[in-house]
């Protein structure tokens, strides 16, 4: 049976990475998503084991003592992380998987899988990208401001990707990840 394809995904907050990845997910049955971590508190209408497994910052320390996370990372105050066992799984089942996760998680799977693409979506513009985290009406000025802070330096990593996406339009940027994952899948090691 063929390794499965582990695809990471990346981008300041308001970028539109999640609704990319939902629309790939709708796409291709072969792919699979993993859900990660969070010590934050759910957004209205956030599920837990859905959107997140949301979970208190002892039983994420113990997790990540037991070496049960492939990455983690603290941001805003808040602990995020992926579970390693699930992802494992579906590799060798012989299926894709998607991480949509910040540069620092990136980096740390690109250190325990090299073979690992990286995908990083970028925002058209700064103005775009505060127009979508405000749009979306769950952050204080302060939250934001610190968000469009991260943002900035969260693009300065994007050439240290494997490939880069601007979402100015959402249906090509979803067709070119789609190509880029399709193109990997293809390309013999």
């Not at 990471?8 to 859900?35: M, Y």
């Not at 837990?48 to 941001?75: I, P, Q, S, T, W």
């Not at 590799?91 to 995908?119: K, M, N, T, W």
């Amino acid at each position: 049976m063929t390794q499965g394809k582990l695809f990471v995904i990346s981008g300041p907050s308001g970028a539109g990475k999640g609704t990319i990845c939902k629309r790939l997910l709708e796409e291709d049955n072969n792919i699979r998503f993993s859900v990660s971590m969070t010590t934050r508190a759910p957004r209205e209408g956030e599920v837990d084991g859905k959107d997140y497994f949301f979970v208190d910052k002892e039983e994420f320390e113990a997790l990540l003592g037991d070496n049960g996370l492939l990455e983690h990372n603290c941001y805003l105050d808040n602990y995020y992380g992926t579970p390693r066992r699930q992802i494992v799984a579906w590799l060798e089942e012989g299926r894709d998987v998607i991480l949509e996760i910040d540069y620092h998680g990136a980096f740390q799977v690109r250190e325990s899988y090299p073979e690992c693409v990286l995908i990083f979506i970028m925002p058209p513009s700064i103005e775009e990208l505060e127009e979508r985290i405000t749009g979306r009406g769950s952050e204080t000025e302060e939250t934001k401001q610190r968000r469009l802070r991260e943002a900035m330096g969260e693009i300065a990593q994007a050439d240290k990707y494997d490939y880069t996406v601007v979402n100015d339009n959402l249906d090509t940027a979803v067709a070119r990840v789609s190509e880029i994952m399709e193109s990997e899948r293809n390309r013999e090691e």
